[in-house]
């Protein structure tokens, strides 16, 4: 299970911090990232980071936004900076496998958190 924190309503420029932590008895986590969907559009890749660090950002966010993650606590993290209201929407914690004591799972997807940034 991923559950995602940190969302809320902040003013253009300003910052907010996501978590999204896994839970449960895992043993390994893949590639973890962030993808958001604003009203009437498409679900979008925002962020990823593999388990050995590399990361991979959407071009609307490079130089803004950071993402990381500890290993150890099966948590991923999105520190997101000079906010513009188009970075509104759901944004959704992803996994793309993990092995956990009752199996592998693939394609996991948080609840999500409302992130809205005013103008």
Request: proline share 2%.
């Given at each position: 299970?991923?559950?995602?924190?940190?969302?809320?309503?902040?003013?253009?420029?300003?910052?907010?911090?996501?978590?999204?932590?896994?839970?449960?008895?895992?043993?390994?986590?893949?590639?973890?990232?962030?993808?958001?969907?604003?009203?009437?559009?498409?679900?979008?890749?925002?962020?990823?980071?593999?388990?050995?660090?590399?990361?991979?950002y959407a071009d609307p966010v490079?130089g803004r936004f950071a993402i990381?993650?500890?290993?150890?606590?099966?948590t991923v993290y999105l520190q997101?900076?000079?906010?513009?209201?188009?970075?509104?929407?759901?944004?959704?914690?992803?996994?793309?496998?993990?092995?956990?004591?009752?199996?592998?799972?693939?394609?996991?997807?948080?609840?999500?958190?409302?992130?809205?940034?005013?103008?």
């Open positions: 299970q991923l559950m995602e924190s940190g969302g809320g309503l902040v003013q253009a420029g300003g910052s907010l911090r996501l978590s999204c932590a896994a839970s449960g008895r895992i043993f390994t986590i893949g590639v973890m990232g962030w993808y958001r969907q604003a009203p009437g559009k498409q679900r979008e890749m925002v962020a990823d980071i593999t388990s050995g660090g590399s990361t991979n490079k990381s993650r500890e290993n150890a606590k099966n997101m900076n000079s906010l513009k209201p188009e970075d509104t929407g759901v944004y959704y914690c992803h996994v793309d496998r993990m092995t956990t004591a009752w199996g592998s799972r693939y394609d996991v997807w948080g609840q999500g958190t409302q992130v809205t940034v005013s103008s």
